[in-house]
């Protein structure tokens, strides 16, 4: 069995979810979008990936599911999965309990994919109001996100800011494995000399510079 | 569902004690014949005997028994893909102070505390920028 504590400390939402999922009866599935490995990556075992994190996270595996493997055993080739029949599959889990699915880098995913996922999507949140997605990606694709989840969307701009990126480098600088070759004048021209740039790398905004912008 | 914690004495024992055939063709299992109380290796055998001769002796009801070996095809069989491995490379990347202000905001709040009687229903939280912008670590 995968525990949702198996995600580990190393991101901020999913670990949100993560320490109050592990006293409540919540369910949470992730999946990150690569464009290196996009022929992989199709809807099937896109969405499949997702059921089968909230498969594991189950005490028993349910029967649809087993049913459905055992069905696809008689099909001669290849594993007799569609999408169809995972989104059957994700029905019985998802109404039971309240359900977290957090999918990074949307834009990475191929366009054609991306709208059998994004409907995808869109048919479970249709089906179990207790769901929830978390989604990123460029800006350029929140129409189509718009669009194929319809109003229950609300999106919120990623941007960096100077105080985050200084945070960023101070950390770092402290975890520098040769400190012996760092001086405090080195560090400040260091810091300088990126701020000076204004690179559009590392961090996201402070809360307090935070653009939103809502669709509804 | 196929809870193997849900198991016990009670549910196999008319079972057992109708076809004592199964039981004794394990020495093992036929001195737990009696115990109210097995181990979860000990149920296991029973049921993977029970689900072996079912055929041959129509115990009249389905033993829906998966094994942990079955449980590994399945969820192979529903995906290929690994997305803990690319978690945990982000995860090395990120510093752990920044981005907490996501959390505070009332978009945050509303899509992750919302329910089915939310009118609006706020099911979907897209964070969205420039490649770059640190989406990936928010999330």
């Known amino acids: ?216 | 569902m196929v809870n193997r914690k849900a198991l016990d004495y009670d549910t196999f024992s008319p079972a057992f004690q109708q076809f004592p055939e199964i039981a004794l063709t394990d020495p093992e299992l036929t001195t737990t014949l009696f115990p109210t109380t097995f181990t979860a290796v000990k149920i296991e055998k029973m049921l993977q005997a029970l689900s072996n001769n079912q055929n041959s002796f129509n115990i009249g009801y389905t033993v829906n028994y998966i094994t942990p070996d079955d449980e590994s095809k399945i969820l192979a069989w529903l995906s290929p893909l690994e997305p803990r491995v690319r978690h945990r490379d982000i995860g090395a990347h990120r510093v752990d102070s920044i981005g907490g202000w996501l959390l505070e905001t009332q978009e945050f709040r509303r899509w992750h505390n919302g329910n089915r009687g939310d009118e609006a229903n706020h099911s979907t939280l897209f964070c969205h920028g420039n490649p770059g912008a640190g989406k990936s670590y928010i999330m």
Request: aromatic share 4%; proline share 3%; charged share 25%.
């Open chain 1, 1 to 216: 069995m995968v525990l949702l504590t198996d995600w580990g400390d190393s991101s901020l939402v999913i670990d949100r979810l993560c320490d109050e999922a592990v006293e409540g009866d919540t369910a949470m599935a992730c999946f990150y979008f690569d464009f290196a490995a996009r022929n992989e990556q199709s809807p099937v075992n896109m969405l499949g990936s997702l059921l089968r994190q909230l498969v594991s996270g189950l005490e028993g595996i349910p029967e649809a599911v087993v049913q459905s493997f055992r069905n696809q055993k008689k099909v001669i080739g290849g594993r007799g999965l569609q999408v169809s029949g995972i989104l059957k599959m994700f029905g019985t889990i998802t109404t039971t309990k309240r359900t977290f699915i957090c999918v990074d880098a949307l834009d990475e995913c191929v366009p054609e994919h991306r709208r059998v996922i994004l409907e995808s999507l869109g048919q479970i949140v249709q089906e179990s109001l207790d769901t929830r997605i978390f989604l990123t990606g460029r800006s350029h694709i929140r129409c189509e996100v718009e669009r194929k989840l319809g109003r229950g969307v609300t999106c919120i701009l990623i941007e960096p800011k100077e105080d985050a990126i200084i945070e960023y480098i101070r950390e770092k600088l402290r975890n520098n494995t040769t400190p012996e070759m760092m001086s405090s004048r080195l560090e400040a021209n260091i810091m300088e000399s990126i701020l000076e740039i204004g690179s559009e790398t590392c961090v996201p905004r402070s809360r307090a510079e935070l653009h939103q912008d809502t669709s509804d």
